[in-house]
């Protein structure tokens, strides 16, 4: 190889090296310093502030300067081709987080994931976030009362012609759940004696929120209080929901409500079909919706 051509292959490779080495400053990643919009630092600036802060298990990074919000702990950012670097993921999941979540933070409006499962918030967060999140757009994982007021969800099923065809099941906010269904005994071909089997189960909090908002959707509390058909033996489904804790009774007998109730109860039924139960114990009879106290199971 000649002389002219050994230099000529070193600067070919000189440049090419170059050329790599700005290419990969050009696709810096967000986290590595590059900024978020004022709008959106102001938004984390003001939950810090509203939630403690300072008393968080894991607060690294938070109100450093600005161009470093996307290194703070728990935020993830993402560039966009026309807008400033955004938030897109908020993992503050177990973290100490105490008070309310600010109206603010409905300033993030790139935001994809919401994780606040496990702290000590209270009170509902702000209705923008509840739209994304309805809506599909927004990812968040937490307790019920930050989705939703309703408390409770008290359901039963009784068909007045049928043997051991009653079924009650309660969902709570707080994710417990109970279920009372009769059973026949079966001890004989002529046996008609019952018993209550008693299941305890678990409820997520979205999936709880979630089948709080169909209720609503479907305009559960403008429901009337009773509806029924002049119709012997037939089936009624008697629905409590407690929210803000005051209680809505819907009593329907025979189909005869409107078909907003019943996709309410299609929806209750769906969601207590696909939980997980556990059998607690058993009862000489199952407590009526009419009750206001259930027996704690053993």
Not at 23 to 28: D, L, M, Q, V, Y
Not at 29 to 46: C, D, M, N, W, Y
Request: proline share 5%.
């Amino acid at each position: 190889m000649s002389r002219i051509t050994s230099v000529m292959v070193l600067m070919a490779a000189f440049l090419a090296c170059a050329e790599c080495s700005e290419r990969g400053t050009s696709s810096e990643s967000p986290s590595s310093g590059k900024g978020i919009s004022a709008q959106e630092r102001q938004a984390l600036v003001t939950l810090y502030e509203a939630t403690e802060g300072n008393h968080w298990k894991n607060h690294d990074g938070w109100l450093g300067p600005a161009g470093s919000e996307c290194t703070w702990f728990g935020v993830q950012c993402e560039p966009s081709a026309t807008e400033s670097t955004t938030v897109i993921d908020l993992d503050l999941s177990e973290n100490n987080l105490r008070g309310r979540i600010p109206e603010a933070i409905g300033q993030l409006v790139h935001l994809q994931t919401l994780f606040l499962f496990h702290n000590d918030l209270s009170g509902r967060l702000p209705d923008p976030l509840i739209q994304q999140w309805l809506s599909g757009s927004l990812w968040v994982n937490a307790e019920a009362p930050l989705l939703t007021d309703v408390s409770e969800i008290d359901y039963e099923f009784a068909a007045s012609a049928m043997l051991c065809a009653r079924h009650r099941v309660v969902l709570r906010s707080d994710s417990t759940a109970m279920r009372f269904t009769e059973r026949c005994r079966k001890a004989s071909p002529k046996d008609r004696r019952t018993f209550c089997e008693v299941e305890k189960g678990h409820i997520w909090g979205e999936e709880f929120a979630m089948l709080a908002w169909a209720l609503e959707k479907n305009g559960y509390f403008t429901l009337q209080p009773e509806y029924d058909r002049n119709i012997t033996d037939s089936a009624l489904v008697s629905t409590r929901v407690t929210r803000n804790g005051k209680k809505y009774d819907v009593v329907e007998y025979a189909g005869g409500g409107p078909h907003e109730l019943w996709m309410i109860q299609l929806a209750i039924e769906g969601v207590s079909a696909t939980m997980e139960w556990s059998k607690a114990e058993t009862l000489p009879e199952c407590p009526r919706w009419s009750k206001a106290e259930l027996p704690a199971p053993k």
